[in-house]
């Protein structure tokens, strides 16, 4: 499957709740069968950087929503507390894969 077919599918492991909580957009995608051995953080970078709230950090593209932490600290804050698709980051990481979906249509 393709980039966008991947995506698709972890958008709806994310609205149908069955994505695991601490489980962010790369790791999903890596744990699907693409068609192409370029690695998914190489074809996400590219994306990423074009997305108007990317944070300027390339693992951690996702802003944080809270001003003490960093996106790096905030990123694994929400792994540790399985918050990763819940509250107002989880709508910012929804935010980035719907902006990922739409860059990837064919």
């Known amino acids: 499957m393709n980039l966008h077919e991947a995506l698709k599918i972890v958008k709806e492991q994310v609205e149908t709740g069955t994505a695991r909580p601490y ?12 068609d192409t051995f370029v690695p998914v953080a190489d074809q996400l970078q590219p994306l990423f950087e074009r997305w108007p709230k990317y944070s300027g950090m390339g693992g951690y593209p996702v802003p944080s929503p809270v001003s003490k932490f960093g996106a790096a600290e905030m990123y694994y804050y929400a792994l540790e507390e399985s918050l990763m698709w819940t509250g107002e980051y989880g709508d910012l990481r929804r935010e980035l894969l719907d902006f990922l979906l739409e860059e990837t249509k064919p």
Do not use: D, G, S, T
């Open 23 to 34: 489980r962010a957009i790369c790791v999903a995608l890596e744990k699907l069968e693409l």
